[in-house]
Every structure is written in C-alpha cells, then in structure tokens.
C-alpha cells in the first residue's frame, strides 16, 4: 500500500515518471543516478518546490472545503432518512455547499 500511496503522490507533482521505480534494480538504478547527478537532482527538487503552491495535492484550503462539504452530504443524506450511501464530491456543488 505504502508503494501505492508513494506512487500517486509523485504522480500528483508531475514528477512520477522519473520518480516511481518498477522493481527493485529500477529503485536503486534511479537513487544512484540522482546521487552522481548533482543537476538532474536539482531540477527535480526546483520542479518539486515550483508546484508546490499550485498543486491540488498541497491545497489545504481546498482539501478542507471538500471534506466539509463531504460531512454536509453525509449529514444531508442521514437527516433525510437514507441510508448510508456511495457519493462524489465535487467542487462548487450548489447543492451541498461547504459553508452552509
């Protein structure tokens, strides 16, 4: 799972492709590249910072409405009499605002 986890981070940042190893040999292949080159390991750390502030994955803002707007659904549909069920959380979602 950690793998997993990992593996959709560093596609979250843009940098999956270089950074997610297939296998043991690819891991250490990839470590040792970055190690002896001091410039490609630069550039992924610059490219990393610069998405930093635009990237979804560090929008604690934007995470937070989304999970208030997930309680405001679940407490909608409880309210109604339903019972638990599947739901997709959109953003702007005029039907289950976050700050209502």
Sequence with gaps: MATRVA???CLATGVGEEMIA???KDYEEK???LAL???????????????RMSCPLFD????????????????N?????QH????KVTENDSEFPYDQ
């Design 60 to 75: 604690t803002s934007r995470w937070v409405r989304n999970l208030e707007r997930a309680y405001f659904k679940m407490w």
């Design 77 to 81: 549909i409880y309210c109604s009499g």
């Design 84 to 87: 638990p069920q599947h739901f």
């Design 22 to 24: 297939s296998s043991m």
């Design 7 to 9: 593996g959709s981070l």
């Design 31 to 33: 470590a040792v590249s």
């Design 37 to 51: 080159n001091r410039a490609k390991l630069q550039d992924l750390t610059d490219r990393l910072k610069g998405v």
